[in-house]
């Protein structure tokens, strides 16, 4: 293992500007990764996942192969806006190392490069194994996750290296996530002169909040955030116009359909004078959650862990990934394989210096074992 130049690197790619709209960034960052399989003897394909988001990188051992013994995802995107690289560079300061992206997840990326560079001849000519990096996973993979999807229905597992928690916990499970525009289209009058003339928008909207909220189901884990509310024109208009943006989660797809329900319903029937409400549904996550056979490869990974000395432990967590995507296939997959990091899209963000190396080669021993 050699820190530097994992660091030199991890600083190569951190100091980029990649949020998921800075297409030329994302384009770089590929490229990036691209060069350094090639020089390993990996073969890479850009994809072209359409003009509104930067391209995708497949990179596999075995470009003929029909199927693979693992698929490793990770992304490319970041969620910070162009400038952020030039304001805060990365970092390495008292054993941590900080920077945009640097744990979600430009250091998982490297840890798969890694873990891949470490295999033997006989590994790799023995494992068929697939590497998808996608350009938009933090808002939602719309674009990418059918790509995604339909390599890991050709995959035994998938292994998502997003970064472990803070304790160092693998991802067994994470909630599922809908988000949704409540567009609301009222009557503009004077609020002086003729405020019965009108029909606000905005107290539609609020009265709405009120009554959806009620959807939530604390004991399932169930909730709903209105995070964006906007309306009006001026303070003497009764209001025309207003839209709220509510973000779902939810630990069981069967929830989801309930609240998906109720919304569209609520939308289309709860009338009020004058008022209408356009539901429209802008990204939808199914929850990931553990099969039978996802235990199985739970218990490898604990029988990995323990030959390599590295304790492990599993978390179900509230934020999603593209393991949600490739888990609701019935695919076998579990998440959590980059270095031990906190503090996701926030200038805080770091990674722990001393668990890059460790968590490389938990990452190469599991991929081992599963051909085997």
């Not at 840890?111 to 939602?140: C, Y």
């Not at 809908?178 to 019965?196: E, I, T, W």
């Not at 989660?249 to 609520?266: A, I, M, P």
Request: with cysteine; proline share 3%; glycine share 10%.
């Amino acid at each position: 293992m050699n820190t530097e130049q994992y660091l030199d690197e991890l600083r190569s790619v951190v100091n980029i500007d990649c949020g998921t709209q800075t297409v030329a960034g994302v384009a770089c960052v590929a490229d990036r990764f691209a060069t350094w399989y090639q020089q390993a003897g990996w073969h890479t394909e850009r994809v072209n996942l359409g003009e509104r988001v930067g391209p995708g990188m497949f990179v596999t051992n075995h470009a003929d192969a029909e199927q693979f013994d693992v698929l490793l995802v990770g992304h490319m995107d970041t969620v910070f806006p162009e400038g952020t690289a030039a304001e805060r560079p990365m970092t390495v300061q008292d054993g941590r190392v900080y920077g945009p992206g640097v744990s979600d997840m430009k250091s998982g990326l490297l840890n798969i490069l890694w873990a891949l560079r470490s295999l033997s001849p006989a590994e790799k000519e023995r494992l068929k194994i697939a590497v998808a990096m996608n350009p938009d996973e933090e808002t939602g993979s719309v674009f990418s996750h059918q790509w995604i999807g339909e390599l890991a229905k050709r995959s035994a597992v998938v292994l998502v290296c997003e970064a472990a928690r803070a304790d160092g916990s693998l991802v067994k499970a994470r909630k599922g996530m809908a988000r949704y525009r409540l567009d609301f289209r009222g009557v503009a009058a004077h609020a002086g002169n003729d405020p019965h003339r009108g029909r606000s928008a905005i107290n539609a909207l609020a009265q709405t909040i009120v009554e959806l909220n009620g959807l939530a189901d604390a004991e399932a884990g169930t909730t709903l955030n209105f995070g964006v509310i906007q309306g009006g024109d001026a303070a003497n208009i009764v209001a025309d116009k207003a839209h709220a943006i509510l973000d779902l989660r939810f630990w069981n797809n069967e929830e989801y359909q309930r609240v998906h329900q109720s919304l569209s319903q609520f939308c289309s029937t709860h009338l009020l004078a004058d008022i209408s409400i356009q539901l429209l549904q802008e990204a939808h996550t199914p929850a990931m959650a553990p099969s039978r056979d996802t235990e199985k490869l739970m218990q490898l990974v604990e029988d990995v862990g323990e030959q390599e000395g590295i304790a492990i432990h599993w978390q179900a967590v509230g934020g999603g990934s593209d393991a949600n995507h490739t888990a609701a296939l019935g695919v076998p997959s579990l998440d959590g394989f980059g270095p031990i990091g906190a503090g996701f899209h926030s200038p805080a963000e770091y990674l722990e210096l001393d668990s890059i190396a460790p968590r490389i080669r938990l990452l190469k021993q599991v991929i081992v074992r599963l051909g085997q």
